[in-house]
C-alpha cells in the first residue's frame, strides 16, 4: 500500500500560518493513483471526532470546510507526489492532529500536530 508522511506541524501563535506536507511513496502503481485520486486533509481535536477539513477531488477541484474557507488551501505537486495544506490566519480551534488521506483506498498518514496559541 501507498505510504503517506505528514509533515509540517507545529506551535504557533494565532494569525500565524504554515503549511503541511504529505509525502507519498510506494510502487509505480500506487504512485499513479495518488497522482490522480481524491486526497483529504482530516484534522482531530482532543475529544472530538476526525472531521474534513479539505478534499482535493480527482478532477482538481477543491472543497473546504466552512471553518478554514479562505484561510486553508489544498494543492498537489505530482512532482514530489506530495499534497499541501497552506493554513493561514490560524486561529486557536484549529489546534489538532492533522491527517492526510487517500480517498479511493482509505490510506492514512500518522498525522501531523499543530498548536495554535491565542
Known amino acids: 500500500q501507498v505510504q503517506l508522511v505528514e509533515s509540517g506541524g507545529g506551535l504557533v501563535q494565532a494569525g500565524g500560518s504554515l503549511r503541511l506536507s504529505c509525502a507519498a511513496s510506494?510502487?509505480?502503481?500506487?504512485?499513479?493513483?495518488?497522482?490522480?485520486?481524491?486526497m483529504g486533509w482530516y484534522r482531530q481535536a482532543p475529544g472530538k471526532q476526525r472531521e474534513l477539513v479539505a478534499l482535493?477531488?480527482?478532477?482538481?477541484?477543491?472543497n473546504y470546510d466552512d471553518s478554514v474557507k479562505g484561510r486553508f488551501t489544498i494543492s498537489r505537486d505530482n512532482a514530489k507526489n506530495t499534497v499541501y495544506l497552506q493554513m493561514n490566519s490560524l486561529k486557536p480551534e484549529d489546534t489538532a492532529v492533522y491527517y492526510c488521506?487517500?480517498?479511493?483506498?482509505?490510506?492514512w498518514g500518522q498525522g501531523t500536530q499543530v498548536t495554535v496559541s491565542s
Open positions: 510506494g510502487s509505480i502503481f500506487e504512485i499513479s493513483i495518488f497522482r490522480v485520486k481524491g
Open positions: 488521506h487517500q480517498e479511493l483506498s482509505d490510506y
Open positions: 482535493l477531488t480527482s478532477d482538481g477541484s477543491a
